[in-house]
């Protein structure tokens, strides 16, 4: 019989698509012939997952956790968004989330750790899911906020289910004072995060190349006024703090009263959590942004199958 190796099982599984572990059975059950193992595979359903890797997947669930100072958030991507009100599909993503707490934000990390109530990784439980459910899937991205002190928020705008959702919002607070009154704090900046989607959160950790082409634009903008040198940097200058109003998290006007800047609104909750509060970070993940998605003209396609 030939040795199975771990380059032959990493080669099944590129072609197959399937759990590394069932790739090892399949390799053993074929005496390491990966053509037959591929077709022993599909035989038992396992290869399913290669066949819908092709496709679009940008439905889905976000699911928001926290745990003492830990707080993560989680994308798991499938094709349709009635997979997302699948219990199987919820139960996993969930258990992803929970992976994440301990895992980090490390993606192919949360893959390889044991999936919570199976007795198999993450990867491999995802790759059972997409032959069982019969549509593409994918854990896209991770993130898992942390404070020495205080606790992370979370927030999930219209949930589907507890902790999921399209749009899981975390808020990191550093602070050792009233847990239930920063709590309370952090779920409405949560909130706000969710509604006016800030890109960073000050105005020091903007990125360079951003801001650069920002200034740009703006610069342009006003030498078509015609007015003097001078006078254009003041107006450039005043576009840019406009701009870090609109994009930088601690410069935002909070929604809730409308007239706060957030900065404002943190340090103004010291004296009721009975202790400095400081926001160190924040994480915002809406469903799918920024994946291609295929637009279809449904009335093309009639008129296509009319014509046919």
């Known amino acids: 019989m030939a040795e199975i190796t771990a380059a032959l099982v990493k080669e099944l599984r590129e072609k197959s698509g399937a759990g590394m572990m ?23 359903g396992l290869a399913a997952a290669a066949k819908k890797a092709g496709r679009v997947a940008a439905e889905g669930l976000v699911a ?23 219990d199987q599909f919820q139960g996993f993503v969930k258990a992803v989330a929970q992976v994440a707490l301990d895992a980090g934000s490390d993606v192919e990390a949360i893959k390889a750790a044991a999936c919570p109530g199976a007795d198999k990784s993450v990867a491999d439980q995802l790759t059972a899911l997409i032959a069982t459910i019969g549509e593409n899937m994918n854990l896209r991205r991770a993130v898992r906020l942390e404070v020495s002190a205080g606790l992370v928020a979370t927030y999930m705008h219209s949930a589907t289910a507890p902790g999921l959702g399209k749009i899981g919002v975390l808020v990191a607070l550093e602070s050792t004072g009233d847990k239930a009154k920063l709590e309370a704090l952090g779920k409405q900046i949560a909130m706000h ?22 200034r740009d634009v703006l610069t ?8 003097p040198a001078a006078v254009i940097e003041k107006m450039v200058e005043g576009r840019v703090r406009k701009y870090y109003e609109e994009v930088c998290l601690l410069e935002q006007v909070f929604v809730i009263d409308q007239e706060t800047k957030i900065s404002k609104v943190v340090e103004n909750a010291a004296k009721d959590v009975g202790a400095p509060v400081k926001l160190t ?28």
């Open 22 to 44: 069932d790739c090892k059975k399949a390799l053993g059950e074929t005496a390491g012939d990966v053509e037959a193992a591929i077709d022993w595979l599909r035989k038992k």
């Open 64 to 86: 928001v956790a926290a745990s003492g100072t830990k707080g993560v958030a989680v994308e798991v991507n499938a094709e349709t968004d009635f997979v997302g009100r699948n």
């Open 193 to 214: 995060v969710a509604a006016a989607n800030p890109l960073f959160l000050d105005v020091s950790s903007v990125d360079t190349t951003a801001l650069d082409r920002e």
């Open 220 to 227: 342009e903008q006003a030498k078509a006024s015609g007015k």
């Open 281 to 308: 970070g924040f994480a915002r993940f809406a469903l799918g942004e920024g994946i291609e998605k295929e637009e279809k003209d449904f009335a093309a396609e009639v008129a296509a199958q009319l014509g046919g």
